[in-house]
């Protein structure tokens, strides 16, 4: 059994354990701040904004989580016509994600790296077994300079082989419209072991959580290996103390 499956399997093992041990009783639960590093809202630390579009925005949200300097990521629809779009009628837009992070920590040079490194830009039509125009590698930009760098990364990318044709395209950001509650976070919630290792937040405050932006990344096993170790290990240390509260700090 691989050792995701292992994970899993424990997971939600435990889970059920723990939740049938105490029925009846409220418990909240978190994880540090050393693993969560939140950046606040600041005036003092104003935040950037970026979107891409790389497939299943499920998987794209859990590929920024975990970038030092992203506070919060957000699945959404973008590089359409269609006002307020829906899952099943998402028009001519693509599955995105909305990447809000600190530029002093993270550029948006960065990102694009990271955007080149998580999918296959020259897949046409879609990615892996998702087909569709909703499924299209895209980069939107906010201003000249995004434009710019965007451009020379997409031509870097084209470099690597000329086989074939990078097929991203690049776009000027008109509206990010959110999706549905269900599909943020996608990720974490098919966890509900770590879901409630953090307190079982409330929908709204889940979507904007920079600790739960990050176990989105780690659900989903797309953490760098040192903080996928370093959060394996948080767990770990919880578990052992043992139940039911590890106070907030």
């Known amino acids: 059994m691989a ?8 997971f939600n093992l ?9 029925l009846n009783k409220a418990v909240c639960i978190r994880i540090s701040n050393q693993i969560s590093d939140p ?8 935040l950037k904004s970026a979107v891409f579009a790389l497939g299943s925005f499920w998987r794209s949200e859990a590929v920024f989580g ?3 300097g992203v ?14 779009p829906e899952y099943r009628k998402l028009g001519d837009h693509a599955e995105s994600v909305q990447v809000e992070y600190d530029p002093t920590i993270v ?12 999918h296959d830009s020259r897949q046409v039509f879609g990615q892996g077994p998702d087909v569709g125009n909703q499924y299209r590698s895209c980069i939107f930009t906010n201003s000249t300079e995004e434009l710019r760098l965007a451009t020379i990364s997409k031509e870097r990318e084209q470099l690597k082989s000329r086989s074939n044709i ?10 990010f419209y959110p999706a549905e509650p269900d599909h943020q976070k996608f990720e974490l919630k098919q966890h509900p072991f770590l879901l409630q290792l953090i307190g079982n937040m409330a929908e709204e ?8 932006t990050k176990l989105n990344g780690y659900a989903a096993e797309l953490c760098p290996p040192k903080t996928q170790k370093q959060i394996d290990s948080r767990v770990n240390e919880i578990i052992r103390k043992g139940w039911p509260v590890l106070r907030d700090i």
């Open 3 to 10: 050792s995701s499956e292992k994970r899993n399997l424990f």
């Open 14 to 22: 435990f889970f059920i354990f723990f939740s049938t041990s105490l």
């Open 39 to 46: 950046i606040a809202d600041s005036p003092d630390r104003p």
């Open 66 to 68: 975990c970038i030092k």
């Open 71 to 84: 506070v919060r990521t957000t699945a959404g629809y973008a590089g359409g016509t269609k006002t307020n």
């Open 107 to 118: 550029g948006f040079r960065q990102l694009l790296d990271v955007f080149w490194s998580s």
């Open 166 to 175: 990078v097929t991203t395209q690049i776009q000027q950001l008109g509206l």
């Open 205 to 212: 405050e889940l979507e904007r959580s920079a600790l739960a």
